[in-house]
């Protein structure tokens, strides 16, 4: 199924959940915080300048690996994959 956001809205794969810690501990699936990254799948057209009408581009693209804030978007899922529909205000940074 394709999914092409609209206007200011981007479409996010959220990174997997760490399933173990880095001393080697496994962690249950009750106790996995949701992972505040993923990578951009597709973009809307830009946000409306209400004053002129004219669409303004995005600083993020499709494919950037982003941090985005804990509350961010909303959650869909497709094709049994979790996904995010966020607006680029949400995005606090790019992971280069």
């Not at 080697?24 to 505040?36: C, L, V």
């Not at 993923?38 to 009408?53: F, K, M, P, W, Y």
């Not at 804990?70 to 899922?77: L, R, V």
């Amino acid at each position: 199924m394709n999914i092409k956001p609209l206007g200011d809205k981007l479409l996010v794969l959220r990174a997997e959940a760490e399933t173990q810690t880095q001393s080697g501990i496994y962690i249950p699936e009750s106790a996995k915080d949701k992972p505040k990254e993923g990578r951009i799948i597709e973009v809307g057209n830009g946000r409306l300048n209400q004053d002129t009408g004219e669409r303004i581009p995005f600083t993020v693209q499709k494919g950037d690996h982003v941090l985005f804030t804990s509350y961010a978007g909303t959650e869909i899922k497709i094709d049994n994959e979790d996904y995010l529909i966020m607006t680029e205000d949400d995005i606090l940074g790019i992971v280069e």
